[in-house]
Nanobody, 127 residues
Framework: QGQLVESGGGLVQAGGSLRLSCAAS????????MDWFRQAPGKEREFVAA????????VYADSVKGRFTISRDNAKNTVYLQMNSLKPEDTAVYYC????????????????????WGKGTLVTVSS
């Protein structure tokens, strides 16, 4: 069984930055596409970003494009989400997820496609 553990969330002012990390254990996710999702209070979980298993392909939701950067370090079995120019509407619980496969579906992924989830890390952006 694979486990994903997110860290790096917190409270930040609008315009600030945070870097989220997702550490994988229990199985290797080095050969898997990795995704970030988020869920704001009262809203459905939504796709944020994805990265292919080699890191050659990335895709972002329109709402974060140009502000967020997803990356990975396969040697450390860790995925990152660098978030810059944060806005109050970015406030949410951020989840790391994977379907455990190499296939890269881009932004067409949905939460239902994921087989592995972290417990999430809360990001709060104050205005």
């Amino acid at each position: 069984q694979g486990q994903l553990v997110e860290s790096g969330g917190g409270l930040v002012q609008a315009g600030g930055s945070l870097r989220l990390s997702c550490a994988a254990s229990g199985r290797t996710f080095r050969a898997s596409t990795m995704d970030w999702f988020r869920q704001a209070p009262g809203k459905e979980r939504e796709f944020v970003a994805a990265i292919s298993w080699r890191g050659a392909q990335t895709v972002y939701a329109d709402s974060v494009k140009g502000r967020f950067t997803i990356s990975r370090d396969n040697a450390k079995n860790t995925v990152y989400l660098q978030m810059n120019s944060l806005k109050p509407e970015d406030t949410a619980v951020y989840y790391c997820a994977s379907d455990g496969a190499k296939e890269f579906y881009g932004s067409s992924v949905s939460p239902q496609m994921m087989n592995y989830w972290g417990k999430g890390t809360l990001v709060t952006v104050s205005s």
